[in-house]
């Protein structure tokens, strides 16, 4: 994946709890048997109506949130399936940065793992960046080293796994990182085939 | 604090391969299993690098989320079809045993690995699915892994994690008479919210708990992952041994009876401690039904849909009463079903199946209701064509199917119309599950059977005795 130190951009407040990976990315779109180009789909079903036609009540498509790359989302985001079809659709759609109050586990490590950064905030903040974000004053900085997002005028400081900061900050793939240790998962593999 | 250990500890502890503080653990995984919607990216990421599966013979796949139930040779889709041969020929590629849509042995991933045996106590079980949790009835480790984490495991046959918390789930009493493990577990998770169990193992204790079957432990944790909580399981007992007992890929004899000892001292320790614990009383749960768009919009079937001005979450209940086509404080009795679907990784093994022939037994489909049973392995189909259940569902005008994960998912042919309202023994009623626009309740198999003959939602025990209040 690529490593990923800091970023600045526009912010879709999307408003909602629970946001499941059905949602995220529909099942007719997980048949592809390559990570790339989900982005087209991702929202599908709240953004295009069944003849393909954008909907109005979803504003992601429209003029103001165009290139939106920042996500800022209600609580639980990520529920339900473990698609990796998920993070790879934001992603693809150009997603760098998703802050919500709280996120389901699968998600959290599958989102990580394709180089996103995930940001919990408490959810008086949260409501505060998604008024300014519909008003269209707030445009982040995310910084990953510092831990910290600033507007301009404020700077909120955030908390993150160490090792999922430091994977992000190296682009490090995870596979190649455990298989330094494989003299270690050989000697557990003897000592268990010993035991049978 | 008891000095006693959780069999999640139990399990955890004999699994560590490596440990370094402020890092996650590198857990050993026992059982890899595969199916075909997330597995190809992980099998090209080992062809770019040029590795290998490292353990083969701890692998097996079998298809299941994409195959047709309704004639296995018509695969209208064809990417559906690139999707299932991509499986065959990464399975050719890499040595890994596969169930192929016409294999004897071929089902959806969690009815399969218990029924072949692979999934046993004591085991670290994933698969790129998130209802792998299923496997924890078994006192196993068992949760669902993104395809990043499957090529993980499929290059060092193990994963990196976070150790996770504890919780105890305890259902006090036993289920009144005519309340199943699907309407506990969709009781629970109504009761407590669907991310109670986020960065939690849940263990299920108790009296109700202990005297359910396997296939009832099955369907309660399941749902694990609707709770939040990736694994969820349940203590081996002998009634998990004697599930197990001459299963194919179990040992037999003398090794069986070392095997026994083995797993039934996984089971918690009496004095063993969580990090937190949930109660519930078995005695207050009814026959449930599902009425919104996450599986915690849940009410008992006497119950009514919830009046907007006594709900906190105003807006999401609103949106979900829309969606779903329902109005505020209207009776579930009142609601009207024209799909049935008695299937899923859930509710789809051959108990479940007899307990919704036993109710469907001499009666008929309400006109207008298209109901069809997918039943959740080649091997549960075969033995309920033994039993003639088959010919009761068929003669009461359900559509008797292949194995598959079918409609929970709509991914092949079996999908429910926009607008069109199920009464499914799924898992998930999000917003376009069973189909764009399509609106699930979820049900026990006997709450969707009586459904399916009365046109709406009615309480099985009120069916079964003839006595409508």
């Known amino acids: 994946m ?32 390559e990570r790339t180009g989900f982005g087209q789909f ?22 103001k949130y165009k290139d939106a790359s920042i996500l800022v989302a209600g609580e639980n985001f990520g529920c339900g399936s473990s698609r990796e079809h998920a993070p790879w659709a934001l992603l693809d759609f150009g997603f760098k940065v998703i802050i919500a109050p709280s996120f389901a586990d699968i998600f959290y490590n599958n989102a ?41 005028e404020k700077q909120v400081p955030f908390d993150i796994p160490s090792y999922h900061k430091e994977k992000l900050l190296n682009g490090w793939d995870d596979i190649a990182l455990t298989l330094l240790l494989d003299d270690k998962i050989k000697a557990y593999e003897e000592k268990q085939a010993a035991r049978v | 604090m008891g000095k006693g250990k959780t069999v999640i500890e139990k399990i955890w502890e004999t699994h560590v391969v490596h440990s370094e503080p402020e890092k996650p653990d590198l857990i050993y995984i026992d059982q890899h299993l595969v199916h075909e919607v997330t597995s190809p990216q992980a099998f090209e990421g080992l062809r770019l690098n040029n590795r290998k599966v490292r353990r083969p013979d701890l692998t097996y796949a079998t298809m299941d989320h994409n195959v047709p139930t309704a004639n296995r040779e ?4 064809e990417i559906s079809r690139t999707q299932m041969e991509t499986l065959r020929r990464n399975c050719e590629e890499f040595g890994i045993e596969l169930a192929d ?117 099955m369907t309660v944790c399941n749902m694990s992952i609707e709770g939040g909580a990736r694994a969820g399981l349940i203590s081996p007992d002998e009634t998990t041994v004697e599930f197990l007992r001459g299963r194919e890929y179990v040992p ?16 918690s320790d009496r004095d063993a401690s969580y990090d937190m614990t949930l109660e519930i009383d078995a005695q207050e749960v009814e026959p449930q039904v599902s009425w919104g768009t996450n599986p915690s919009m849940v009410v008992p079937v006497s119950g009514h849909t919830p009046s907007i001005d006594d709900v906190e979450n105003k807006d999401e209940v609103r949106r979900a009463l829309e969606y779903m086509g329902l109005q505020e404080n209207q009776p579930i009795t009142s609601i009207e079903v024209d799909h049935v679907f008695i299937g899923s990784c859930t509710n789809s093994r051959l108990p479940d199946l007899v307990n919704a022939a036993n109710i469907v037994k001499g009666h008929k489909v309400k006109q207008g209701v298209r109901a069809i049973v997918v039943p959740g392995s080649f091997s549960v189909k075969l033995q309920a064509e033994e039993l003639g259940i088959d010919q009761v ?66 309480d099985v025990r009120k069916f079964q005795t003839g006595v409508l209040s």
């Open chain 2, 74 to 77: 018509v695969i209208k889709d």
């Open chain 2, 101 to 217: 849509m016409h294999h004897p042995d071929q089902g959806i991933v969690h009815v399969i690995g218990p029924q072949l045996g692979l999934t046993q106590p004591g085991r670290t079980i994933v698969c790129g699915d998130s209802h792998t949790s299923t496997h924890g009835a078994f006192g196993a480790l068992a949760f669902g892994i993104g395809t990043s984490e499957v090529e993980h495991v499929l290059a060092t046959q193990t994963l990196m994690q976070s150790r996770p918390k504890t919780m105890n789930v305890k259902v006090n009493g036993d289920l009144p008479a005519g309340v199943t493990a699907k309407d506990l577990i969709l009781a629970i998770i109504a009761k407590f919210g669907v991310k109670f169990g986020t960065g939690h193992v849940i263990e299920y204790t108790g009296e109700a708990i202990r005297s359910l079957s396997m296939e009832g432990r």
């Open chain 1, 112 to 152: 990580f793992k394709n180089g996103i950064i995930l940001i919990k905030a408490d959810e008086t903040q949260i409501e505060e960046w998604m008024a300014q974000a519909k008003d269209g004053t707030f445009h982040p900085h995310v910084d990953l080293v510092n831990q910290t997002i600033s507007d301009g």
């Open chain 1, 2 to 33: 690529e490593a990923i130190k800091e970023h600045t951009g526009k912010v879709f407040p999307l408003d909602r709890s629970n946001v499941d990976t059905d949602q995220i990315i529909p099942k007719q779109f997980l048949k592809r048997v």
């Open chain 2, 252 to 267: 037999e004899g003398e090794a069986f009876e070392q095997k026994t000892k083995e797993w039934l001292s996984l089971a």
């Open chain 1, 42 to 63: 991702v929202f599908y079903n709240w953004r295009f109506d069944d003849d393909g036609n954008t909907k109005s009540n979803f504003e992601l498509d429209s003029d």
């Open chain 2, 393 to 458: 569902f068929k003669d009461a005008g359900f559509e008797w199917r292949e194995s598959g994960c079918s409609m929970c998912l709509a991914m092949n042919d079996d999908v429910v119309p926009a607008g069109g309202r199920c009464a499914s023994t799924s898992n998930r009623n999000f917003e376009g599950r069973q189909g764009s626009g399509a609106r699930t309740h979820l049900v026990s198999p006997e709450m969707a059977a009586v459904a399916a003959i009365e046109g709406n939602f009615m």
